[in-house]
């Protein structure tokens, strides 16, 4: 199973990006989905999660700038993030939660994509 996120990139305060991360190898289903993320020097953090039926949770921090969505069809999910800030700056991380056609479930992690807001 992989993760493989796509869409950082460098921006300026205010402005938007929309980050991608696809789920493939040997899945049956995706439970929950959610994009995580670390600054230097600090804990990795939630960002935002997503059930499989739609059910969103988000950090205050991002509550009314982001939103994360999921396309069950793709085993993807996405965060769209507007009116950014540069205390948004760090590495985003997406996460699942997959029962794979082992019948095993795990959590897995993608490799990360930078995102960095200019002041």
């Known amino acids: 199973v992989q993760l493989v996120e796509s869409g950082g990139g460098l921006v300026q305060a205010g402005g938007s990006l929309r980050l991608s991360c696809a789920a493939s190898g040997s899945i049956s289903s995706i439970n929950t989905m959610g994009w995580y993320r670390q600054a230097p020097g600090k804990q990795r953090e939630l960002v935002a999660t997503i059930t499989r039926g739609g059910s969103t949770n988000y950090a205050d921090s991002v509550k009314g700038r982001f939103t994360i969505s999921r396309d069950n069809a793709r085993s993807s999910v996405y965060l769209q993030m507007n009116n950014l800030k540069p205390e948004d700056t760090a590495v985003y991380y997406c996460?699942?939660?997959?029962?794979?056609?082992?019948?095993?479930?795990?959590?897995?992690w993608g490799q990360g994509t930078q995102v960095t807001v200019s002041s």
């Open positions: 996460n699942a939660q997959i029962l794979t056609a082992y019948a095993s479930t795990d959590y897995y």
